[in-house]
């Protein structure tokens, strides 16, 4: 069973940046992509970066395009998330998760599995 932890979150002051870390105990590799997420209290989860298993290929929501950069490290059995230039409406729990499913990266949230407890972000001066 595919278990995610996510780490790397804090406090950080506007234009900052954090480097988020979705550590995984399993095989990933059975999995179409694995995505980041993010909620606020009251909200929808909102998926922000994504990476196809089959071919590295990514994906960022336009609101983070050009600001995060999602990657993968094989050997550390690891998914990334470098937040450059945070602003405060980027304060969320992110959270990581996985896709088995055919969609891949376009899947919906509510199609992905194994999610990690999260981790806060805030951005405050």
């Known amino acids: 069973q595919l278990q995610f932890v996510e780490s790397g979150g804090g406090l950080v002051q506007p234009g900052g940046s954090l480097r988020l870390s979705c550590a995984a105990s399993?095989?990933?590799?059975?999995?179409?992509?694995i995505g980041w997420f993010r909620q606020a209290p009251g909200k929808e989860r909102e998926g922000i970066s994504c990476?196809?298993?089959?071919?590295?290929?990514?994906y960022n929501a336009v609101s983070v395009q050009g600001r995060f950069t999602i990657s993968r490290d094989n050997a550390k059995n690891t998914v990334d998330l470098q937040m450059n230039n945070l602003q405060p409406d980027d304060t969320r729990v992110y959270y990581c998760?996985?896709?088995?499913?055919?969609?891949?990266?376009?899947?919906?949230?509510?199609?992905?599995?194994?999610w990690g407890q999260g981790t806060q972000v805030t951005v405050s001066s």
């Open positions: 399993g095989v990933t590799l059975d999995y179409s992509a």
């Open positions: 998760a996985a896709q088995k499913g055919g969609l891949g990266c376009h899947a919906p949230p509510p199609d992905f599995t194994s």
């Open positions: 990476i196809s298993s089959a071919d590295g290929r990514t």
